[in-house]
């Protein structure tokens, strides 16, 4: 199974409820080449209940027309300010680093300790590995990591406010059963070509849990849209559904029928 690494990453923490060998890999694209390659699993983050979709993920979706979603998984995210050893207290601080999504996250509440001193990394878990090198540095990272990286913890639960991430599973194996379906599709660049499409699930009672455009990388100025919604492949009113609209977009792009999976965490590290 590969993940977004690395190891000590929120995504690792989500990985880790799965059996068998684990790859981190320092980009989501890099998971999406590697299960598009050799016909393996991957977990990736698509959403947080914050900071919104995930771009990357969304692009790769809709990029690898061989990689569907088979599940998804939710994972409350709660931040820790961790520091090197060579931290005694607060005050010893000099820099913190982290991701951009958990800096904005947390930043509310470290500016009451007049912490603003944030280098933004790749990820949590890479901010972690920094300030286990770095002498009175810290990281804004899981508890995960920082006992990964042995860092002491100073503050706990830093959150601004309630943080859910949603990750979801990935392979080249297209599932038809489950609670929701994903679908990314595009439209003639006229007016009403999207509200043509979204009318046939409006017709067929069907619920829209998600929908998001992105810009296409290849026109500019045009966009994909990116779906979800209740019900499965294997639905009659969905069938329907699917039928309607092939004639309405330009790009039709089925990733899938999925269902939500519990998060348990592992006992991984002790």
Known sequence: MYYLGPRGSFTNEVADIFDGNKIPKKTITEVFMSISNENSIGVVPIENSIEG??????????????IYVNYEIEKEIKLVLAVN?????????????????????????????????????????????????QKYSAAICSEYAAKLYN???????INDSINITRFIVISKKLTTYGNKTMLMFTVPHKPGSLYRVLEKFYINEINLTMIYSRPLKSIPWQYYFYLEFE????????KDTLAKIQNLVTTLKIKGTFSRLQY?????LG
């Open 85 to 133: 050893p060579s931290v005694n207290s607060i005050d010893d601080i000099e820099v913190i680093y982290s991701h951009s999504h958990a800096i904005n996250e947390s930043k509310e509440t470290l500016s009451k300790y007049n912490l603003t001193n944030f280098i933004p990394v790749e990820s949590t878990s890479t901010a972690a590995l920094y300030a286990s090198k």
């Open 231 to 238: 019900g499965n492949l294997e639905d009659e009113k969905v």
């Open 53 to 66: 979709p995930v771009h990357e993920t969304l692009d790769n979706l809709f990029k690898f027309d061989d």
């Open 264 to 268: 348990r965490a592992s006992n991984y």
């Open 151 to 157: 860092l002491k913890i100073l503050l706990e639960n």
